[in-house]
C-alpha cells in the first residue's frame, strides 16, 4: 500500500527524502492519511503552500504535538517560511497556550533551525 501519485509528490515537496517511521509499520494509516492531507484536502483549498504551512505550525502548536511540530516546521522551511516568520508564530502562540506549553516548542524551533545552519538568535 502507498499513497497516491499526487499524494506523494506533495508529501515529497515538503519532506525530500523521508521515510516516515510511520510508514514503515503502519502503511495503511499513512495511504489513508497522506491521500487525504495531500492530495483531496489540497484540491479544495485556497490558501498558498508557504500559508497552510504556518496555520498548520500555530495548530500543532496548540494541540502540543512537538514531535509533529519539528517535521512540519522542516516542511515550512523547505517550501519558503522565514526562520523569522516560524519564530513569530511561536512567540504569538505564548499568550494563548502559555510560556510553559510553548517552551518546549522554543526549544525544538531552535534546534531546527541550528541544524539547518541557521544563526541563533534571530534579528529582532
Known amino acids: 500500500m502507498a499513497p497516491n501519485e499526487q499524494a506523494q509528490k506533495n508529501h515529497d515537496e515538503l519532506f525530500p527524502n523521508h521515510v516516515s517511521t510511520v510508514a514503515v509499520t503502519d502503511p495503511e494509516l499513512i495511504e489513508i492519511f497522506d491521500n487525504f ?14 500559508t497552510r504551512l504556518m496555520v498548520q505550525l500555530a495548530a500543532i502548536i496548540a494541540c502540543q504535538a512537538v514531535r509533529e511540530y519539528r517535521a512540519m516546521l522542516g516542511a515550512a522551511l523547505n517550501v519558503g517560511v522565514t526562520p523569522i516568520e516560524a519564530k513569530e508564530i511561536l512567540y504569538h502562540a505564548v499568550p494563548y497556550v502559555g510560556i510553559a506549553r510553548a517552551y518546549d516548542f522554543i526549544q525544538a524551533t531552535n534546534e531546527v533551525m541550528m541544524e539547518r545552519g541557521i544563526e541563533i538568535p534571530l534579528p529582532a
Open 37 to 50: 492531507a495531500f492530495d483531496e484536502l489540497l484540491r479544495t483549498t485556497k490558501l498558498d503552500i508557504r
